[in-house]
C-alpha cells in the first residue's frame, strides 16, 4: 500500500440493495500521487460502481474510502458533491456533455462550480476562455469549434471535449470510464496520449478504467477487478 495514498479503499463492501449479493466484497485500493493505473475487468464486475465509489457518488456499506486525506464516507451528500468538484475530473462514457451549450461553454462549467478549479486556471494569469482553449487545442479541437453546439460535434470531438472540461482548473484526480469503448484503435492511442500529455503536466492522478486490456500498456500500472479484492456479480452495474 502507498504511503498516504491518493485514492485509498480499504476494506470496501458495496451492495445496491439489501436484497441483493454484495457487489464489492472487502475491496482493497491504494493509488499514489501522479500515478496513471488502468484497471480492467469483464462487464457487470463492478467498474463503473467503484468509480462511484471514489468519487462519492456512492457510500460503501462497510470500509473506508479515502481521497486526498479525506474521509469521503464521513461526509454529506452536499460536501460530497463540492469535494468532487474541486478535485476529480470525470471523463464519463458517455461524456455527459450539456448539448445545448457550446464546447467553450461545457469545457468551463467545472469553474462555474468550484472557486478552487476557477482560481488554479487562472493561475497562469490569462482568462478561463484562453485555458479553456489551450486545452482545446492540446486535444486537436480546432478553434473553429469553440462556439458550435456539442451536439454537432462527432463521436470523437465530444470526447476530447470531455477531456478538456476534465482537465480544467488542474484537478488532483482524473477518472475516465470506458472513454474510448467508441474508437478505432488508432484513435485510441492519440487519446489516450493527449490525456496522459495533459495530466503529467498538472502530476494528476489517472485511473482509466476499461474491459480493452489492450490499453493496459499505455499506462503506468494495470490492476484487474480481482486484484481489489473479493468481488461478487454487480447486478445492474458496468
Known amino acids: 500500500m502507498e504511503n498516504n495514498p491518493t485514492l485509498l479503499l480499504d476494506a470496501v463492501s458495496f451492495r445496491w440493495t439489501k436484497a441483493e449479493p454484495l457487489c464489492l466484497d472487502n475491496a482493497h485500493l491504494a493509488v499514489g500521487a501522479g500515478e496513471s493505473v488502468f484497471?480492467?475487468?469483464p462487464s457487470g464486475s463492478g467498474k463503473s460502481t467503484l468509480?462511484?465509489?471514489?468519487?462519492?457518488?456512492?457510500v460503501p456499506e462497510s470500509g473506508i474510502v479515502r481521497i486526498l486525506g479525506t474521509r469521503l464516507n464521513s461526509l454529506s451528500a452536499r460536501a460530497r458533491d463540492r469535494f468532487r468538484v474541486d478535485h476529480i475530473g470525470f471523463i464519463f462514457q458517455q461524456f455527459n456533455l450539456v448539448p445545448y451549450l457550446s464546447v467553450m461553454e461545457n469545457v468551463l462549467l467545472p469553474c462555474h462550480f468550484s472557486a478552487r478549479r476557477k482560481q488554479r486556471a487562472l493561475a497562469g494569469g490569462g482568462s478561463l476562455q484562453a485555458e479553456a482553449g489551450r486545452l482545446l487545442r492540446a486535444l486537436d479541437l480546432a478553434q473553429a469549434l469553440d462556439t458550435r453546439s456539442v451536439a454537432t460535434l462527432s463521436v470523437g470531438q465530444q470526447q476530447r471535449v470531455a477531456a478538456a472540461r476534465a482537465l480544467i482548473g488542474q484537478p488532483e484526480i482524473i477518472i475516465a470510464d470506458e472513454p474510448t469503448s467508441a474508437l478505432d484503435a488508432?484513435?485510441?492511442?492519440?487519446?489516450?496520449?493527449l490525456l496522459l500529455q495533459e495530466s503529467r503536466k498538472s502530476q494528476a492522478t489517472v485511473l482509466f478504467v476499461s474491459h480493452d486490456q489492450r490499453l493496459a500498456e499505455n499506462f503506468g500500472h494495470q490492476l484487474s477487478m480481482l486484484d481489489?479484492?473479493?468481488?461478487?456479480?454487480?447486478?445492474?452495474?458496468?
Open 51 to 58: 468509480l462511484a465509489l471514489l468519487s462519492g457518488v456512492l
Open 228 to 238: 481489489l479484492g473479493a468481488l461478487a456479480p454487480c447486478v445492474g452495474a458496468v
Open 186 to 193: 488508432d484513435r485510441q492511442k492519440h487519446f489516450i496520449d
Open 39 to 41: 484497471l480492467f475487468g
